[in-house]
């Protein structure tokens, strides 16, 4: 099936081992076709899960000194080595998630470009955040003893691959850059809905770690279900933190099982989010058919596969208000169907439209093509409508995955707030609004910042771009932990803790808190950031 000489083998990848697997196989499926794919996927046993952690848990105590620019290196090679298969790659994914290959290619070229990112900050070091207190002997009524403090890696880090984007968020993709810039060690997780894609790119890391001369177990891909491989990684005891992006249920699980190990540890879990967009009055006028025809786009991006698709839309009664949503409503209608990536998805989304279409709280308002494919996982667009009060105490700020999404009219300022306070944890708000609309909302925004990870100004919140400002994250329930992002440099933070020395000697520092800053990165020494000193 595939163009080169890359062969599958459906086996787990465990350090520079390839497993043997246990028990009943999976396949991957062709979403449009609803076809089996070749090779059948062996789950790992308990024996292999425990031989990666023990692999990993070994090799961090080597790779956790491994320098700077050897570690930017080393990610440097694995994008190199994604880009030389980046044809079997789109091939076979485009098999097992039927996304395009436009898609799927711009997903290759971020998933390289997020690579090196994490490698220029591991090559340029400062991300350490080395601070240093010097000794004052003479200090009055006690003198001070010299105090510098550093980040340092966590240990063995799961990673689960998230099945909406089978390269940028799974086997090497943000959760695992930003995990190994930073000197831990990995094990990926693969997802079912993509494994053959999962092999590809797991063997290029595999091959990574060979070709840099790093030992065995920085990094192993396990095949098998999210429900035994998955729980029995996160109780391992040589597990050190995990991440996460999917479902609310699967995460919220996993987050108990990090929770109440012996040892607990930290996971990192994006889960769900509905995405607000606040339409105000100015915008409405000025621009309704233009943010219509955006919204549309952005909905159905990747068949509204993305955990920043804009679910919900409030807006201001009245005849703007109309318009827009007859515009809306013309685009929704001429929609094809969309083809989801997964049985699974497309029962939950099925289900979850039927379910919008009986209660009362809310009107199906349009409807993409119900002439779907009788195989495969296609399903058609929908648009709802609903009011404030209506809206306000129901569920209908629940996340439904798929090419659907709401629109709450309001008759006032204080209807606008109220939802807002309401809203739960939210990765982004998009406001579209003029100066002016700023300025008379105010309010708004204030309350948003404590909603959400992102705040979207006349745009819209898919597309998340790979730069060191990105905040990809959000208060809970859109993730186990809002502190934190999964996209951007700031990742690498997760994966660390911070280590203390107070009195010793310069000659046993760690290079980024010696006197003399061998590495010429920025440190706060006495209080100022100071740069190559």
């Not at 030992?215 to 933190?241: D, N, R, W, Y």
């Not at 020395?501 to 980024?512: H, I, N, R, V």
Request: aromatic share 6%; charged share 20%.
């Amino acid at each position: 099936m595939l163009a080169s000489s890359v062969k599958l083998t459906g086996r787990s990848l465990i350090g520079f081992r390839e497993g043997t697997g246990g028990g009943e196989p999976h396949y991957a499926t062709n979403p449009i076709t609803g076809e089996r794919l070749e090779p059948a996927f062996i789950p790992a046993t308990s024996q292999e899960v425990d031989l990666a952690a023990r692999l990993g848990a070994e090799a961090f105590e080597v790779y956790r000194r491994v320098p700077g620019r050897d570690r930017g290196a080393f990610l440097r090679t694995i994008a190199a080595k994604i880009e030389a298969i980046t044809s079997d790659i789109v091939e076979r994914a485009g098999q097992e998630t039927a996304l395009p290959a436009g898609r799927l290619q711009a997903e290759t070229a971020r998933t390289c470009n997020q690579l090196r990112l994490f490698a220029q900050v591991a090559e340029e070091g400062s991300w350490v955040n080395a601070r240093i207190d010097r000794a004052e002997p003479d200090r009055k009524p006690t003198p001070k003893p010299d105090i510098r403090s550093m980040l340092h890696p966590l240990g063995l880090v799961v990673v689960f691959g998230a099945s909406n984007f089978p390269l940028a968020f799974s086997v090497a993709g943000g959760d695992t850059a930003s995990a190994l810039a930073g000197g831990n060690t990995a094990i990926v997780k693969a997802h079912a809905a993509h494994p053959g894609t999962s092999e590809l790119v797991g063997r290029a890391v595999q091959e990574a770690v060979r070709e840099c001369g790093l030992p065995e177990g920085v990094f192993s891909v396990l095949f098998g279900s999210g429900s035994q491989i998955g729980t029995a990684l996160m109780k391992h005891p040589m597990v050190k933190a995990g991440g996460f992006t999917g479902s609310r249920a699967a995460g919220r699980t996993l987050m108990d099982v990090a929770a109440s190990r012996p040892e607990p540890i930290p996971f990192y879990a994006e889960m769900s989010s509905t995405n607000p967009v606040f339409i105000l009055p100015g915008a409405l006028r000025e621009r309704a058919e233009n943010i219509a025809a955006g919204l549309h786009a952005s909905l159905t991006l990747g068949a509204g596969q993305f955990c920043t698709k804009p679910g919900m839309v409030f807006l201001p009664k009245g005849a703007e208000a109309t318009a827009f949503a007859n515009k809306l409503r013309q685009l929704v209608t001429a929609s094809t169907p969309f083809h989801l990536l997964t049985k699974t998805i497309q029962s939950s989304y099925d289900s979850a439209i039927s379910k919008r279409k009986t209660e009362n709280e809310a009107t199906v308002i349009a409807h993409g093509s119900q002439e779907t494919p009788s195989t495969g996982f296609a399903v058609s667009s929908a648009l709802f409508e609903t009011d404030v009060a209506s809206f306000l105490g129901s569920e209908l700020d629940a996340e439904i995955f798929g090419p659907t999404s709401l629109l709450v009219q309001h008759s006032s300022r204080d209807q606008v707030l109220a939802v807002a306070r309401s809203l739960e944890g939210q990765l982004t708000a998009t406001i579209h609004g003029t100066e002016q609309d700023l300025h008379d909302f105010a309010d708004l925004i204030a309350v948003l910042e404590n909603k959400v990870g992102r705040l979207v100004f006349n745009s819209f919140p898919t597309g998340v771009e790979v730069c060191h400002a990105m905040v990809h994250g959000g208060p809970y329930p859109s993730t186990s932990d809002g502190r934190s992002t999964s996209v951007g440099s700031n990742a690498i933070f997760r994966f660390t803790r911070l280590v203390c020395y107070q009195g010793f000697p310069d000659s046993a520092l760690p290079e980024e808190l010696k006197d003399a800053n061998p590495l010429g990165i920025w440190r706060m020494v006495n209080g100022e950031m100071v740069h190559g000193k």
